[in-house]
């Protein structure tokens, strides 16, 4: 997919605050510092337009950006922080879980995770939690270029397996470098495939 254009629209504190819904949105997710911000720079070609690292225990905001005109990609809060309070854990979490649970033009949720490390609970804890409220999500591994190829692939066969554990199905699984611009075209052929289905189908979501 082309990036003809892309634009910043607005910060939301809750989920009621978003957008209307009405055009088709792909939201990325994923622990504090797991490279969201730089794979949404890489996925747009543009530099600055997701902030790096934000400080943990601040507000933490819902960010829109309206791409080529057509669909909304979504920037929601790291979770994780290991420095923040329990009270603050809890309301952050609400903020995430009611977006995802009550957005209905959220068509995927792509779940970010650093490839250079084994199955962590909090990401685990998360997916499953997804697969739990039927959430449709894609997992993307982040920081390709930080591992030889091979050992890159010994981590994501690591994680499907723990995954199947508990579940028959994956969901879609992809390896990405921002850094080397890798996987990134993957990600937006996915995109515009999805956006095609839904637009061929007549699938909208006004009223
Ligand atoms: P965020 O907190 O999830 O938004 O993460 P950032 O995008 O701010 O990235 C966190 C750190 O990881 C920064 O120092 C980035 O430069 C680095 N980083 C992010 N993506 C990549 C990548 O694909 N390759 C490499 N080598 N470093 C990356």
Redesign the pocket.
């Given at each position: 997919m082309m990036i003809k254009s892309v634009s910043f629209v607005k910060s939301s504190q809750k989920w009621q605050d978003c957008p209307a819904p009405e055009l088709p949105e792909y939201a990325f997710i994923?622990?504090?510092?797991?490279?969201?911000?730089?794979?949404i720079?890489?996925l747009m070609n543009r530099k600055d337009l997701?902030k790096?690292?934000?400080t943990p225990g601040k507000t933490q905001l819902i960010n829109h950006f309206l791409v080529n005109d057509s669909w909304y990609l979504t920037d929601l809060p790291?979770y994780g922080y290991a420095r923040v309070s329990k009270v603050q854990r809890k309301d952050f979490e609400k903020l995430i879980t009611n977006y995802i649970l009550n957005r209905k033009n959220l068509v995927n949720l792509f779940v970010?995770i650093d490839v250079r490390h084994s199955p962590q609970k909090v990401d685990v804890d998360f997916i499953e939690w997804c697969g739990e409220n039927g959430i449709p999500f894609s997992i993307v591994f982040?920081?390709?270029?930080?591992l030889k190829p091979n050992a890159a692939l010994k981590n994501i066969e690591h994680y499907k397996t723990e995954l199947l554990k508990k579940w028959e199905n994956l969901p879609e699984i992809y390896l990405?470098?921002?850094?080397?611009k890798e996987g990134t075209e993957n990600l937006l052929q996915m995109i515009a495939q999805t956006n095609e289905f839904l637009k061929e189908n007549k699938i909208d979501f006004h009223g």
């Amino acid at each position: 997919m082309m990036i003809k254009s892309v634009s910043f629209v607005k910060s939301s504190q809750k989920w009621q605050d978003c957008p209307a819904p009405e055009l088709p949105e792909y939201a990325f997710i994923g622990r504090s510092n797991v490279g969201k911000s730089s794979l949404i720079n890489a996925l747009m070609n543009r530099k600055d337009l997701a902030k790096t690292s934000q400080t943990p225990g601040k507000t933490q905001l819902i960010n829109h950006f309206l791409v080529n005109d057509s669909w909304y990609l979504t920037d929601l809060p790291g979770y994780g922080y290991a420095r923040v309070s329990k009270v603050q854990r809890k309301d952050f979490e609400k903020l995430i879980t009611n977006y995802i649970l009550n957005r209905k033009n959220l068509v995927n949720l792509f779940v970010l995770i650093d490839v250079r490390h084994s199955p962590q609970k909090v990401d685990v804890d998360f997916i499953e939690w997804c697969g739990e409220n039927g959430i449709p999500f894609s997992i993307v591994f982040t920081k390709a270029d930080k591992l030889k190829p091979n050992a890159a692939l010994k981590n994501i066969e690591h994680y499907k397996t723990e995954l199947l554990k508990k579940w028959e199905n994956l969901p879609e699984i992809y390896l990405t470098s921002a850094e080397k611009k890798e996987g990134t075209e993957n990600l937006l052929q996915m995109i515009a495939q999805t956006n095609e289905f839904l637009k061929e189908n007549k699938i909208d979501f006004h009223g």
